[in-house]
């Protein structure tokens, strides 16, 4: 069994923390994105990893190598993003000789076993009901339950159940062969070749797909849904921090994350706070928010809101002088 991780997406929607910073780096509850799929693979006794990289995926590498030296990982590199499809078909010599592999979107945080995923009799999708299905590869069931038709962004969704991003392929070959079928007559959707017409293709050769509803699914490719995460996430037992030092005239509301190194003076932190580690915190009030690493936030209050790492943030002193029945508002609206 072999896990195909694609992380080659520019993260535009999280712009512009993603500048400079690949999305699958981005922490949750203290815990980048990445680590959390790693780890539910891992649990699942996957032995073999492989990694598409693309955008800053000299930085996803890094961070592999540094906190599992232990991975066995083939990094492969997908030089012009055309897709979910064409990633997998960038990696086709990495895959062919797999017997079975299970593809993880490298954006995607899920709440399921993923063991009973990869130990599935058959070929398997992880879907969950979604109100608007419009923007996800959506699956149709026929009368008797089984998967009848796979659409990528559908304008009139016939379903509401959207694939998560987690699949588990019996039939390489034939996924391969899909692949390629496609690449090669340039059989695009929407300007791309997306995953999603492959397993369609699939389907019409009488693959059997199983599918497999998650409890919860977390697309951290946007920043409310980042945020509603790391609180999710920190609400949890064993994600939030517990004994946090260096703390002078602070306050802490927890749940938060303290990452190592930090420096909090004079401020209030929390509830639903990440905060990496070398951070200097100075006279500032942080809630429901995300600080990226070796960050200086000093006479702030932030709010919902994702810094990225080596970020510099100073507040703005007023001195007023302000007569009666006078109304001021600093806010942006």
């Known amino acids: 069994m ?24 981005i922490p949750v509850a203290g815990k980048p994105i990445i680590s959390f799929i790693i ?65 993880f979107f490298g954006d995607v945080i899920i709440d399921a076993n993923v063991t009973e995923i990869v130990n599935n009799p058959n070929s398997c999708l992880a879907i969950k009901k979604v109100a608007d299905p419009r923007q996800f590869g959506v699956v149709e ?14 304008r009139i969704p016939k379903s509401d159940l959207a ?39 699939m389907v019409e050769r009488d693959v059997l797909f199983d599918i497999y509803p998650v409890d919860n699914w977390f697309d951290c490719g946007q920043r409310e849904v980042l945020l509603e995460t790391n609180a999710t996430f920190l609400d949890r037992d064993g994600f939030a921090s517990q004994d946090i030092d260096d703390l002078e005239n602070s306050i802490i509301i927890h749940p938060v994350s303290i990452g190592q190194d930090c420096k909090i003076i004079n401020s209030i ?32 209050m932030l709010q919902r809101s994702v810094v990225g790492n080596d970020t510099s943030i100073t507040g703005l002193r007023q001195s007023l002088n302000i007569g009666d029945n006078t109304e001021i508002d600093f806010s942006n609206g």
């Open 39 to 103: 780890d539910q693979l891992l649990k699942a006794e996957v032995t073999e990893f492989v990694f598409i990289l693309g955008y800053l995926g000299e930085k996803i590498e890094i961070y592999l190598q540094e906190n599992y030296p232990q991975l066995d990982a083939v990094f492969v590199h997908q030089t012009d993003r055309l897709g979910s499809g064409h990633a997998l078909w960038t990696a086709r010599e990495a895959i062919a000789d797999a017997d079975e592999i299970v593809i």
């Open 141 to 154: 069931l026929n009368s008797e339950g089984k998967v009848h038709r796979l659409i990528e962004k559908p």
């Open 163 to 201: 694939m998560v991003g987690v699949y588990k392929i019996k039939e390489v070959d034939l996924l391969l062969d899909a692949l390629s079928f496609n690449i090669t007559r340039e059989i695009k959707t929407n300007g791309e070749y997306p995953l999603t017409d492959a397993l369609m293709r």
């Open 269 to 300: 932190i929390g509830p639903h706070v990440t905060v990496g580690a070398n951070v200097t915190i100075d006279n500032a009030i942080i809630k429901d928010s995300i600080i990226g690493n070796y960050s200086s936030i000093k006479e702030v």
């Open 2 to 25: 072999k896990a195909i991780i694609p992380v080659a997406g520019a993260g535009k929607r999280l712009r512009p923390l993603t500048y400079t910073q690949p999305k699958p780096l």
